[in-house]
């Protein structure tokens, strides 16, 4: 009769639980950042414990941020604070969104970490250019060198329309 090999019985004893399957096909590819960086974010995402940091939210983070800032010509951009505060609606708020890019890359391993870094790095610097710094920021919340994008002037989501 045949033996069985050691290492096949090895394999049938080990029990693997894994809360994700590695194997299930990534997302598309998020704009700007390389297939082996949108797998990462894809896996952290899939992990994240954290309540704002969900499948898909990295891309829609992402998107709100350059919306925000792609209007042509050189008039000042001024962030609204959104009324929902459900992880989808709060996307809105474009400092909201930027928390939740931090948030995914302080989770991510190094390199793709750096890649996703570069690409919100840039966007933060057309964000400095785009609004004006809030010269009440200190006095009204606790001055954190971490969410600098919190201290810009923010404006009213109804001035554009007329409705107020």
């Known amino acids: 009769m045949p033996r069985n090999r050691p290492g096949a019985l090895r394999a049938a004893r080990r029990v693997r639980h894994r809360p994700f399957r590695w194997d299930t096909p990534s997302p598309d590819r998020i704009h700007g950042l390389s297939a082996r960086t949108s797998l990462a974010v894809h896996r952290f995402e899939a992990l994240s414990n954290h309540y704002y940091v969900f499948p898909g939210v990295t891309d829609r983070a992402l998107r709100r941020y350059r919306e925000f800032l792609t209007p042509p010509g050189r008039r000042p951009r001024y962030p609204f604070l959104e009324d929902c505060g459900c992880r989808g609606c709060s996307l809105l708020d474009v400092r909201h ?12 391993p190094r ?3 750096a890649e996703l870094g570069r690409l919100v790095a840039a966007l933060d610097a057309v964000y400095l250019d785009r609004t004006l710094p809030d010269p009440f920021a200190d006095v009204r919340r606790e001055w954190r060198p971490d969410v600098w994008w919190y201290r810009r002037l923010e404006g009213c989501r109804y001035a554009a329309t007329g409705v107020v």
């Open 97 to 108: 969104a930027r928390d939740v890019l931090g948030a995914v890359l302080r989770g991510l």
């Open 111 to 113: 390199r793709p970490r």
